[in-house]
């Protein structure tokens, strides 16, 4: 039996497609059915390697995970990654296409994409009960709609049910819905069966008399009302709270520079979810303070990136703390920046190719080359101090290191000094690891441990996705999306 699909389209994007589409997962899990997501065509830089070493959208892994079940390209079968303002790599059913310019990318032959799309969905809808189907950026898209296959082209493909969701925090909820509906067609119109505001803050009785004027001048039922929900879940998109959250009143005190192309920031998901530290995203000098730790984390342009990082004099800044043995953590391309020389001789990630001096902290050099490196990794490293700490994760990078001194290229992690790279993203989930990184910060800082250092990622996982559906079950018409998956259209 062929799965039955429901859609969830936003007026724009960040209007919390993905955290509704991961919280109406886990529902459907709770409630007994067969379900997993799909997403035709994601841009984002933070990405995952599944068990079979391809590379797929992070929120479609997190969105599996809501479902119980693991992670494949099925879910997400293109994922756009920029490299500069006007281009991207392009990952098609895990691989690497190639480096596209957005301009040749949409003047593709529309027939090879929608194959790749299509044919994924309808091998995934053969496993399941339910497709959860999420959207990529506005419903109405019109100067795209032509060779649409992310939203309204692969809704009346598929045929399914949509959900129209709109951010009520960021202003003009009720234009975004109206004016996206005026925009689509009448048979586009016809598959929107309802609409969701999302992110609301305040009383919701006060709302009700701009929700009767909505559902009148929309023709469309008001599903729900969400609030701006206080739950934790990995989050890839660029907008993301993330950068500007604190927690002022811990302890310890990590810095991220947050790069122009940064990349996977979804590897500081344990450490921000650490009650005894606080995470900080910087992108001036001026903010850095005296952090207990530096972090320099990935980006999907290592060159660029680190001209920018000595332009914002970054390169001075991190000098002085290393030699003040502060500790300092590079992760893939913050790792590479870290080396005494970056080369990418052939353009594959730089423009025009290059060569720049790296910041010397660690004796080795990078050297670019076409073939992508994509693994799942696992094993014991001697790191922050402790002996054999496990830790578990996957590479995915551009470039090959080459070592100056002693070290193998299977090694996890390289130290010299206080000073550390690793090409693996998801380095500190392990609970190993982050006790051994927070007992060296203590032990550096000279305070006791504190008492709420440690927990357990997965069962903390696992809260956040059961706070998530509860939340989601007294905010949304559940009867109604039942309702609505049932009948189809």
């Given at each position: ?327 300092v953590f590079g992760i893939c391309g913050g790792y590479q920046m ?152």
């Amino acid at each position: 039996m062929k799965a039955k699909p429901l859609m969830i389209q936003g007026t724009m994007s960040n209007v919390g497609k993905s955290l509704l589409t991961a919280g109406l997962c886990r529902i459907l899990w709770q409630d007994g059915y067969k379900v997993a997501p799909f997403k035709a065509q994601n841009m984002a830089l933070n990405s995952y390697i599944t068990e079979e070493g391809l590379e797929m959208g992070r929120a479609q892994v997190v969105q599996a995970a809501a479902c119980g079940i693991k992670p494949t390209v099925l879910m997400n079968p293109i994922l756009l990654k920029p490299t500069t303002d006007m281009g991207s790599q392009v990952i098609v059913k895990g691989e690497v296409y190639g480096n596209m310019e957005a301009r040749d990318y949409f003047t593709q032959k529309k027939v090879q994409r929608n194959a790749v799309v299509f044919e994924a969905y309808e091998s995934l809808a053969s496993e399941y009960d339910i497709i959860l189907i999420e959207g990529a950026g506005s419903a109405a898209e019109i100067n795209l709609r032509k060779d649409d296959f992310v939203n309204m082209g692969l809704a009346e493909h598929v045929r399914t049910p949509v959900l129209l969701v709109g951010d009520i925090d960021r202003g003009g909820v009720f234009a975004q819905l109206c004016g996206t509906l005026l925009l689509l067609s009448e048979d586009e119109r016809t598959l929107v069966k309802g609409l969701i505001i999302n992110k609301f803050r305040g009383n919701r009785d006060l709302l009700q008399e701009g929700l009767t004027m909505l559902e009148e001048r929309s023709a469309k039922p008001v599903v729900g009302v969400v609030p701006m929900l206080d739950v934790d879940i990995e989050d890839e998109d660029s907008l993301s709270h993330r950068f500007t959250h604190k927690r002022p009143d811990a302890p310890l005190d990590i810095a991220v520079i947050r790069l122009p192309k940064i990349a996977n920031f979804t590897d500081f998901y344990a450490l921000e979810a650490t009650e005894s530290l606080t995470l900080r995203y910087i992108d001036a000098v001026g903010d850095l303070q005296k952090p207990d730790m530096l972090v320099i984390p990935g980006t999907k342009n290592t060159i660029a990136d680190l001209i920018w990082l000595r332009e914002k004099g970054f390169d001075t800044a991190i000098l002085r703390l290393a030699s003040t043995h502060t500790p300092v953590f590079g992760i893939c391309g913050g790792y590479q920046m870290l080396g005494e020389r970056v080369i990418d001789g052939e353009g594959v990630e730089f423009q025009g190719g290059g060569s720049i001096a790296g910041l010397g902290l660690l004796a080795m050099i990078t050297v670019f080359t076409k073939e992508k490196q994509r693994a799942l990794v696992k094993g014991r490293v001697s790191v922050f101090g402790s002996d054999q700490v496990y830790v578990e994760g996957y590479e995915i990078h551009m470039g090959q290191k080459h070592y100056a001194c002693s070290e193998t290229d299977t090694a996890l992690c390289i130290q010299q000094g206080t000073v550390y790279g690793t090409y693996v993203h998801g380095f500190f989930d392990t609970q190993e690891c982050r006790k051994a990184l927070i007992e060296m910060l203590c032990k550096n800082k000279g305070i006791p441990l504190p008492q709420n250092a440690f927990f357990d990622l997965s069962q903390y996982r696992e809260e956040q996705f059961n706070r998530l559906a509860a939340a989601l079950r007294r905010h949304l018409d559940m009867d109604f999306i039942y309702k609505i998956l049932a009948e189809g259209v």
